[in-house]
């Protein structure tokens, strides 16, 4: 993971939008991910992004991705107390399967 | 619909023992499989990955080795663990998508 990075925690209020930012290396890139990683749990996916679209909106998840700064985000509106988690963005490197993480963001919502 | 095991959930090893974990997927056939793992408070680090039976590519040198005995089993293994062995090991699958799905994971505990 050490070519994704993510800021390790972040912590919101019940209600407000939590924004989880990812920086990455790899222009060629195809596909970029968020994942969600519960308490003692595997990692579920969340959304994803292809190289060539800037935006992609899913009910309270949005993603923005700027491939000049190599820079993803993952903005979560109305955040809740189901929504404490692991973060991890991740990219598809070339034409094959193998992600690349990043270390997580632990996000923390406190009513 | 398709699911995605492993097994044990959780295990406590002595240093120099051997290990054994598995992976099945069931509702899809020739699956790319990986095995990852997840240090405490690090990212995810890809160890291998298979895109058929008999097929396997490290990803990392280390201690550990993997083996894929049936289109759909997984089996990540160790002659001896080490210390550095500890962590949470994750199987993912994916198949003719960029999307990975992961199981619930398994936390190696070497003593």
């Known amino acids: 993971g050490e070519d994704v990075e993510q800021s390790l925690f972040l912590s919101v209020r019940e209600g407000d939008s939590s924004v989880i930012n990812c920086t990455y290396t790899?222009?060629?890139?195809?596909?970029l991910y968020w994942y969600k990683q519960e308490p003692g749990a595997g990692l579920q996916l969340l959304t994803y992004?292809?190289?060539?679209?800037d935006m992609k909106q899913d009910q309270r998840l949005t993603v923005l991705l700027n491939k000049k700064d190599k820079h993803l985000s993952l903005r979560i509106a109305d955040t809740q107390t189901g929504d404490s988690a692991i973060y991890f963005c991740?990219?598809?490197?070339?034409?094959?399967?193998?992600?690349?993480f990043g270390t997580g963001t632990r996000l923390q919502v406190f009513p | 619909s398709q699911t995605i095991h492993q097994w044990p959930a959780t295990l406590v090893q002595p240093v120099g023992s051997p290990l054994s974990l598995e992976c099945t997927v069931e509702g899809t056939s020739n699956p790319n499989l990986y095995w990852y793992r997840q240090a405490a408070g690090r990212g995810l680090q890809l160890l291998f990955y298979s895109v058929g039976i008999g097929q396997i590519s490290s990803e990392v040198p280390q201690n550990l080795s993997a083996s894929r005995p049936q289109d759909r089993q997984f089996i990540l293994s160790s002659k001896k663990l080490l210390l550095s062995d500890s962590g949470f090991y994750l199987c993912a699958w994916s198949i003719q998508s960029y999307e990975q799905y992961f199981g619930p994971g398994t936390r190696l505990t070497v003593t």
């Open positions: 790899d222009s060629s890139s195809t596909y």
């Open positions: 992004i292809f190289s060539n679209m």
């Open positions: 991740a990219e598809s490197r070339g034409n094959t399967d193998k992600l690349i």
